[in-house]
C-alpha cells in the first residue's frame, strides 16, 4: 500500500510525498509536491491513486485541493503542457474508484463528503464529457447505489437517486444484482437499514424481488424477519410497502386469484411459527392479512415502540443506577436486535447514532461489553459519520477503559474485526473537536489520544495505542505530525518508544525535520541525549547535514560546544566512531 515508485519512476521523490501526504491529509505537503511536478495519479501497487486514499481517510482538503489544481491545469489551454491531468477512469485492481471510497468512507461528516462527491462527478463531466464514475461497477458487480447502502448514508442516496434519475439510469440500477444476487434493496434489508430501505421503496424498487444466492428463495418479507433477528423497523417498512400495493391494486381488481400482491404470505407466516416471533411480529402480519385494514400507517405497533422507546431512554441516562444496567441487559439478551438500529437522534450534534455508541460516549464499560458481545459481527451499525469507528469514536469521547478494551479485542481476535469497529488506517474528521483550528487540526487518532490529558498520562495504555496504529508509521509525513506531537510533551521516554516502536533506519527515524528545523538541533536543545544518539546510530543522519545551521546560524558541533564538557566529548566519539567528523575537524 506505499506508493509504486516503479511506475512513476520520475520524479519518485515527490510521487511519494503526493501519495503520502494525501493519505494523511497534509496539504502543504501535497501542495509542495505538485509544485515540483508530482505525478497527480500516483498511485500504490493495487492502483489505488492518491485522490483516492484522500477520499477513503475523509481529508476533504485534500480532496478539493487534487480537483481544482487538476481544473486549473485542464483551463489554463494556452499554456505548454507541463502537469498530468487527473485520470478519472482510473481504478484499483479491485474495480474501486475515488467515487467509491468517498461513499464508502466515515472518516468525513455526511456535508463535507456530499460536496466532494458532487464535485467529482462534475469536474468529470466538464473535462471528460462523459460521467463514466457514476456507472463504474467493482469487482463484485456492486454499483454507486450498492455502496451507498453499505455507508448507510441518507443524503448520498437521495443524491444519488435523483442524479440517476435525470441520466434515465435510474431503474437499471435499482433493479441491479450484484455477485451475491442482491439489488440494492435486497442489500439494504439484509444489513437492516431501514431508512435507507424505505428510499429505495419509494423510489420504485421492485418489491417482490426475492434472493436466491442461498440456494433458496427468500422473500423480502422473510429477510426483513431475519429468523426474529432483524431490526423491527426494517420489517413493518417492508409490510407496510406490501399493504400499500395489495391496497392500490384492490381497488382496481377484486379477482383474488390474479393479485400480484396478495394479502397471504404463507412463506413469512411459516418463519413467524418456526422461529417463535414476538408479538409485535404477530400484530403487525395479522393486520396486514386483514381486508379491514386500509391504510399502511395501521400497522405500527404500540407494543415495539414501548419497548423501543424505554431502552434508548435507559441507555442515555447520565448515572445509571445497577437496576437500570439490569434491565437494559434483559432488554439486549432478549431483543438483540436493538443494538442494530440507530434511532437514536442527536438534535445537538444533527446525527443519529446506535445504542453501543451512545454507551461508549457516556463511558459505561460494563455496559459497552454486554452490548459488544452480543452484537452480530456481520451487521455492526456504524458510529456516526466523521468518528471512522468505535475507536477512534472513543478517542475523542476520552474513553480510556474502552479504548483498552478494544484493543485488547483486536489482539485477541484478530480474524473478527471489521473495518466499523476499528482499523489501524482510519482517520477522522478534525471538525469534531470543538475549538480546533486549521493551523493545528489534525484528523490522526493517536495525535489526537497524545493531546488528550487523561489518556496521555496512562502510560501503558499510550504504548498499546502506538503500536496499534503502527501500520500508519511508514507513511512520513503521518508520523511527523505524531513525532512533532511527541516532542510538544518534552518527554524524552515517549520519543524513545517510538524510536522503539520504529525500524532501525526507518518510520520515526527518516524524519529529520520537524515545522523546517532539523531534528538534531530540537533533541539537543531539549536535552535528549539518549534519543539523540539513537537518532544518530540508527537514523539516516549523514556528514552533509552536520553542516546545516539552527535559527541562530550555528551548525550541531557548534550548539554542541554550549552544553556539558562530558555531553560534548560523549557525542564528538559518536560522531567519530560513525566517521562523521575525524580528529582534525574535532581540534578546529
Sequence with gaps: MECDTEKYKIPAEENIQLFNAAKCGDISSVKNALIKHANINSSDKLGQSALMWACWNGNEEVVKYLLDFDAKQRYEK?????????????ESKEKYNPLFCLIMSNSMQSRKSLECI?????????????????????????????????????????????????????????????SSSETPLILAIKLQQ??????????????????TNSGTEKSISVLSFNEGKGNFQTFLIVMKAKLKYAIEEEKLNNKETERKYPRVDEKLKQELE????????????????????????????????NIEKNFFTLIQKPNMTDEDIMQTKQLVYKRPYLLQTSTYFDRNRNEKKSALQIILENGNIKLFKTFFNNLNINNIPQVSPGYSDYLVCAILNNQPQIIEFLLNYSKNSPSL????????????????????????????????????QNLYENQELLKKTILYYKPQFSNTNYSRQIYEEALNHRNENLILFLYESSKEKNDFYLIDTVKSRPIQFI??????????????TNGNFSKRKLSYTDKNGKTFLQELNEHDIK??????NVLQDMDFITNEENIS
Design 78 to 90: 494556452n499554456k505548454k503542457k507541463q502537469y498530468n491531468f487527473l485520470n478519472y477512469k482510473a
Design 274 to 305: 418456526k422461529f417463535n416471533a414476538e408479538k409485535y411480529y404477530w400484530n403487525v402480519y395479522n393486520k396486514f392479512s386483514s381486508e379491514e385494514i386500509n391504510s399502511p400507517d395501521e400497522l405500527d405497533d404500540d407494543v415495539y415502540k
Design 567 to 572: 555531553i560534548r566529548e560523549h557525542f564528538i
Design 523 to 536: 533533541l539537543l536543545e531539549k536535552k535528549y541525549y539518549k534519543a539523540l544518539e539513537e537518532f544518530f
Design 417 to 452: 474485526l471489521t473495518e466499523k469497529i476499528m482499523s489501524p488506517i482510519h482517520n477522522f474528521d478534525p471538525d469534531l473537536i470543538q475549538n480546533s483550528t486549521s493551523e493545528d487540526s489534525t484528523g490522526i487518532p493517536l495525535v489526537q489520544f497524545l493531546r488528550t
Design 118 to 178: 458532487k464535485k467529482i462527478i462534475s469536474n468529470e463531466e466538464e473535462f471528460e464529457k462523459n460521467f463514466s464514475l457514476l456507472k463504474k461497477e467493482d469487482s463484485f458487480s456492486e454499483n454507486v447505489l450498492h455502496k451507498t447502502v453499505r455507508s448507510g448514508n441518507e443524503d448520498i442516496l437521495n443524491f444519488f437517486i435523483k442524479k440517476l434519475s435525470e441520466k434515465k439510469l435510474l431503474k437499471d440500477f435499482i433493479e441491479k444484482k450484484n
Design 194 to 211: 431501514d431508512r435507507l430501505a424505505e428510499i429505495l421503496i419509494e423510489n420504485g424498487a421492485d418489491i417482490l424481488v426475492s434472493e
